[in-house]
């Protein structure tokens, strides 16, 4: 048996990760069967062997809870299930399958379609949404949704599901190839440097044309090419334009201001 090969030490590990399981798991050594009664009385109903002696003798813990409303689990299956619970965003995005196309209500030229990533996505979310400057993300209901500079909708669950819409057709395959490779450099980003700080999620949430104009010198000179910073401040809320456009705001006098609009407009794959 293959746990039976595991040093008893290495299956302690896990102990505090099943205890924060909801279905009440106990996870035993030798040294917990006389508190067998005890536990029941507070709760436990499930209990998973991990030490080697209760796996070679079941009867050891079999003739214990007699008269208990408690039941053994098989450790290695429970592993596997947590290991995959833990493994939720943690795992390299490689294949989009499309489920169904169907035409574009809003133009019957392009197609809309439902696809499905191979992985978890949840944690790549947050990643993307400091990317993408055309982009929400609603965090209660675990979706991105954005516009691409083709004007294409997404939506990316963190289930992996992918709605689409106002897309070519002859476009969908290479859509697709665009797509994953945006969620593989999310991946990659978030292995580097972990999940982006809740700080900066806060005031990309409140991040609006009239905060990007404040934080501009306001000088309405022209050098961009808009007539007034206002106007410059919109388009760049929506990545219609670079902020180096804006030449004045590389003086030193501006630099907190460049550097905290730098941080938010600027993509971060």
Do not use: W
């Not at 909801?22 to 009385?41: F, I, K, S």
């Not at 909708?153 to 963190?158: A, E, F, N, T």
């Amino acid at each position: 048996m293959f746990l039976l090969r595991l040093e008893e030490e290495t299956l302690r590990t896990y102990k505090a990760l099943y205890e924060f399981t909801p279905n009440q798991l106990a996870v035993l050594t030798l040294d917990d069967l006389d508190e067998l009664p005890d536990l029941c009385g507070q709760g436990y109903r499930i209990l998973v062997p991990c030490a080697v002696e209760l796996l070679e003798n079941p009867s050891l813990l079999s003739g214990r809870i007699e008269g208990l409303n408690m039941t053994v689990e098989d450790p290695l299956s429970l592993l596997i299930e947590e290991a995959a619970l833990l493994c939720r965003g943690k795992v390299k995005p490689s294949t989009i399958e499309v489920k169904k196309v169907l035409p574009c209500v809003a133009d019957p030229s392009k197609v809309r379609f439902i696809a499905q990533v191979d992985v978890n996505v949840e944690s790549l979310l947050p990643v993307l949404y400091l990317h993408l400057k055309r982009s929400n993300y609603i965090e209660a209901l675990d979706v991105l949704t954005f516009t691409t500079d083709r004007e294409e909708l997404v939506s990316i669950y963190g289930s992996g599901k992918i709605c689409a819409g106002k897309v070519k057709p002859e476009r969908v395959e290479g859509f697709l190839s665009d797509l994953l490779n945006l969620l593989v450099k999310a991946f990659n980003y978030l292995s580097l440097h972990g999940p982006p700080p809740e700080s900066l999620l806060e005031v990309r949430r409140k991040l609006n044309p009239n905060m990007v104009y404040q934080h501009l010198p306001k000088l309405n000179c022209g050098k961009c090419g808009e007539k007034t910073c206002l106007a410059f401040a919109v388009k760049l809320f929506l990545g219609e334009c670079e902020l180096e456009n804006c030449t004045p705001l590389g003086e030193e006098k501006y630099r907190e201001n460049r550097e905290f609009l730098q941080k938010l407009l600027k993509p971060i794959l």
